[in-house]
């Protein structure tokens, strides 16, 4: 999962009136989790026992339901993904798309979702569930190692199965009827993450995707400037899915930088990735109770110059693909004058109203960092840095790949994709990225934090309506 330091500040998740203005020329980390659910993983609720056979012979391991205490209240339960990693008791994890996970390379993914809406917990009659399954009787035990261990199946390839032969019947009944289904969306997102332009302009359009019935636009801090309208410039306190948001800022506002915030009370849908910026296990949600999700999309202004702004997200390639892993990052320009990113030492320059995505190959399970900054020399500028650990394999498929490739030549150079024209920021296409942090660029270098950017207070509402 990729993070973000930067040269002056590295706390993640800063909050307060000043990130809402953004100090041009100083850096502010933002929050890791820019969409969805966060979690802290407990323990097994359910489970047996699974054997797993490989050339070191066999071990038997646990094969069951974890269960995650959200963030905003509610659980989630999960079954894990990638056999060869254990999930660590009080980790954290954020809701992903599979495109930063081994999911993403994966043919069988689709068949790991119908495994999990036809099974357990979703499937809460166990004596149905055991009449499908050919099996004599089914505990929740049972039922959990059963859909585990088919869940490894399709995730790993492993030849592994359930010590208990009922939960075992399961993992083949779940296993010989699955078939593709689509990856469900995120329970709550903003896209693009990042936007840019001029005071005195309506900034955007940032697009709301979610599940939910609605969307709370979450007040301001009292600081900003700002307010969140539709495209007519009439102030927005909810949102449905779809909608498009825009950020109005005054003419004669300052220099700066906030972050808009979306807040949705919903359920995760079954399929979901997550992942923690450490070795445990990633998971895929089997069930979700109703709890309270955020998402994030950081805007910055500027009176004149260029107005840049950036993310990234780690991707992960399928095998044989012609694009190899890494990390894409994104920059923007909406001002009116050239600005030159520097990219891993690499120089791009952008005109006004580019937009294009540089992306760095990345080795698997290997720690990296790629710094971003302004080339201009600015003394004020400091450099921000993407790091993390590229996880798109599975320990088992990356020391296969890792004994094919051992005398390969070196990763390609970095490749950059074509500029995109001047206007809106679209969102970026498929399933987007797992771990994604967006960044805005002032006069130096500014990444925006946790502050809250949306409606303003109801004074300044009906003044803006009038």
Known sequence: MVSLVSGLVAAAGATGASAAT????????PQWNAGGATAVADDLSAFGTAVIRGADGER??????FELSVDGGGTLQTYGVDIERTTQPGVVYQESDWSGTSLAGNRDAGRIVWVL????????????????AGAKGLTEQDAAAGTQVAVWRLSDGSDVTATDPQAERLADYLVKHARAQDEPRASLRLEPPAAAGRPGTRIGPITVRTGADDVT???PADTSPAWITDKNGKAVETVDDGGRLYVDIPHDADDGAATLTVEATTTVPVGRALTSDSRSQTQVVAASSETTVRATATTV???????PGLWARERCEASGSDRTSGLDVTLLNRGDEDFTYRVAGTDYLLAPGERRT????????EAYTVGVEAASGSKENRPVVFSGVLDCLTDSAAAALR????????????SVSPPSPGGEDLATTGGGGGAELAASIGAGLVVVGAAVLSVA???????HQE
């Open 403 to 414: 004994t094919q490739t051992a005398h390969q030549p070196p990763s390609p150079l970095p």
């Open 301 to 307: 202004w500027r009176q004149d110059g260029a107005v």
């Open 457 to 463: 207070r109801q004074r300044r509402r009906d003044a």
């Open 22 to 29: 953004g100090e041009v020329g100083g850096l502010v980390a």
């Open 60 to 65: 038997e391991v646990p094969a069951g339901l």
């Open 358 to 365: 540089v992306s760095q190959p990345l080795a698997e399970d």
């Open 117 to 132: 809406r036809h099974s357990y917990p979703q499937v809460d009659d166990l004596t149905e569930l055991a009449a499908r």
């Open 217 to 219: 636009v979450l007040p």
